[in-house]
């Protein structure tokens, strides 16, 4: 039976072939998953260029998106990021910016995370997006898929799309980078279960707006990322392991809440990657997987090129640039080279159980009981 809102949606479809995006008449089909992305620089597509904040949380000049777009998009990289090649693999178009003027057209998702960006509201204050503000961007967004499609297809949408995070990240930093007093008030473990808290609360107003299938990229080794590393006091070049000791604490924390918040919640369903060990290996052998490089950037300055001075526009003008991106794990000194990104998202996207669990993303968007 035609209804009014099969309507609406071929209205979209219209509009869908005008701008260039993959021609489906979506309420046509039963297999169409959103993707909706949360997170920090990992994920941001430049949801950054668009908010008040430092040239340190942007990634808007060059060399940054030399190897792929051809012109600096915002995304911290030399190319495209993990989500970019999920969406693809999930045969979406790429997920714009959520705050980039112009984007209305969520059917396929959308993308909020903000460089900087932490679960809590500490972190990085004034500068980033933070989580709590992603989820009011996103219940925006639901309340404007309500509006065109009707409630039952919204719903719909909602319950098949996967709903992606990258956070924590920032927060595990800040402990030791930020002199703000916030971050010496708790121990270790208060400081864990806070941001665990706070990122479950999200997950969890996701759940009640109809979201189940959730996927997450853990906090990788940052003890031993280039930026980290040559800030470690003294003069060493080896990682800062209690930088590493928070990560691997967060992490655990983590994997714990989603096994609770799958026993307590019917249909919620995830998958977790563990990006520490796939960053690490990496690091550790870099050859093994098709790098020359696995410890220095390829664009930044001074030791490992740790200081995060790519492009010359975040105050000091001196950096180094290698050649070729896709030798090197890191493109600047806290990020992945796209070459990097192409390989996390592969395991991601169908990575066996001891590197992805329970589920892989293949397996979530591929879930059509909802
Ligand atoms: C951006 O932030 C700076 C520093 O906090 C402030 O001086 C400026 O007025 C802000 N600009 C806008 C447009 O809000
Ligand atoms: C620490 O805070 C003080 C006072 O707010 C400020 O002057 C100083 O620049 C900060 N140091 C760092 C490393 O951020
Ligand atoms: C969330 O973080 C804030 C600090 O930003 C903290 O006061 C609060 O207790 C946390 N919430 C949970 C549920 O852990
Ligand atoms: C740190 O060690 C390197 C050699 O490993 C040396 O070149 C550099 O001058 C040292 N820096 C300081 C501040 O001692
Ligand atoms: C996971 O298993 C695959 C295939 O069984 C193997 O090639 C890979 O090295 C393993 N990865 C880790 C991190 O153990």
């Not at 920032?170 to 400081?191: A, G, H, I, K």
């Not at 919620?268 to 790098?291: A, K, Q």
């Amino acid at each position: 039976m035609a209804s009014s809102s099969s309507f609406h949606l071929c209205v979209l479809f219209v509009y869908a072939i005008l701008v260039n995006v993959p021609t489906t008449c979506y309420g046509d089909h039963d297999h169409h998953v959103a993707l909706f992305v949360f997170g920090d620089s990992f994920f941001d597509p430049g949801n950054n260029n668009y908010i008040n904040t430092t040239a340190s949380a942007r990634a808007n000049f060059w060399p940054y998106g030399e190897t792929f777009f051809k012109y600096p998009t915002g995304r911290f990289s030399d190319g495209r990021l993990i989500t970019d090649f999920i969406a693809e693999y999930a045969k979406l178009p790429l997920i714009p910016p959520y705050k980039q003027p112009g984007n209305h057209h969520f059917i396929n998702g959308a993308n909020f995370a903000s460089a900087g960006a932490g679960a809590l509201v500490e972190t990085n204050q004034g500068l980033v997006i933070d989580l709590k503000t992603q989820l009011r961007y996103f219940k925006h967004v639901e309340s404007l898929l309500r509006q065109q499609l009707g409630d039952k297809e919204a719903k719909k949408l909602l319950s098949r799309a996967v709903y992606l995070f990258s956070i924590g990240s920032n927060d595990c930093v800040s402990p030791f980078l930020s002199n703000s007093s916030f971050f010496q008030s708790y121990s270790r473990e208060e400081y864990v279960e806070m941001v665990n808290g706070n990122l479950t609360a999200v997950i969890k107003e996701i759940y009640k707006k109809g979201g189940r299938k959730f996927g997450f990229l853990n906090v990788p080794p940052w003890g031993c990322i280039p930026t980290v590393r040559v800030l470690k006091p003294g003069n060493s070049s080896e990682c800062w392991e209690d930088v590493n000791a928070l990560v691997k604490l967060h992490n655990y924390a983590l994997s714990q809440v989603l096994q609770e918040l799958e026993s307590q919640h019917k249909g919620f369903i995830y998958s977790i990657s563990d990006f520490y060990t796939s960053v690490r290996e990496r690091m550790d052998n870099p050859s093994r997987y098709g790098f020359k490089e696995g410890k220095s950037a390829c664009c930044g300055g001074g030791p490992y090129r740790g200081m995060n001075s790519c492009g010359g526009k975040r105050g000091v003008k001196e950096y180094q640039l290698c050649h070729n991106p896709s030798e090197y794990l890191f493109f600047d000194s806290g990020h992945p080279s796209e070459m990097a990104n192409q390989q996390f998202a592969k395991l991601m996207w169908s990575g066996t159980p001891n590197i992805t669990w329970p589920y892989n993303l293949k397996a979530l968007f591929e879930l059509t009981q909802f």
